[in-house]
């Protein structure tokens, strides 16, 4: 499904103080955004922001940084974080393709929630979970590497356990009819269909 654009919201994302212009200038210095040594959670498509901002409002000693491409999604999580001042939060608008140009040994955990499955064999690559983005992410953990994956997508969710198998990722948890307290979007319209949530969350020494 196309995401319709919104018309002014390139300008938006770009006067917005939430929002990271130019994050391959923080490489390895992201926590002086935060002015702060807390941890940093990253969550790469972010969408309308819901899931990331409620722990933000529950956590403010841990600090989150949610990577999202479309800039017409971003305006109801920027003016939700700008209104109630969350200082603990940060948008970088952008294509995760080049996650590891932007951090180095800063993040503490990621989540991907919802990602795009990208069915097709010839698009293999593309997923968020595919040997491609997982040695990607090698290089942005500050130590030990956490990542927690939900979708509602069964093949996915098969294709990503074998992934991280292979790329010597260790299962610590794992469910097909996971419930969260803190929700994204799509899956609370999931769980109203009668959709099952899989959950997996992997680490790596």
Known sequence: MRLKHIKGSEEVVA??????KNP???KGNFKSLFNNKNKIYLEIGMGKGSFLIEHARRNPNINYIGFEKYPSVLLGAIKTIEE???TNIKII???????DEIFY????KLYLNFSDPWPKARHEKRRLTSSVFLK????IFKRLKVIEQKTDNDDLYAYSLESFKKNHYFIV?????????VRTEYENKFINKGKNI????????
Do not use: P, R, W
């Open 15 to 20: 006067s917005s103080s939430v929002v990271i």
């Open 24 to 26: 391959e200038k923080y």
């Open 84 to 86: 109630e001042g969350l």
């Open 93 to 99: 608008c952008g294509d995760a393709i080049h996650i």
């Open 105 to 108: 040994k800063e993040i503490s």
């Open 136 to 139: 990607k992410y090698n290089t």
């Open 173 to 181: 948890k794992k469910n097909t009819n996971y419930f969260d307290e």
């Open 198 to 205: 899989n959950y997996v969350k992997v680490i790596k020494f």
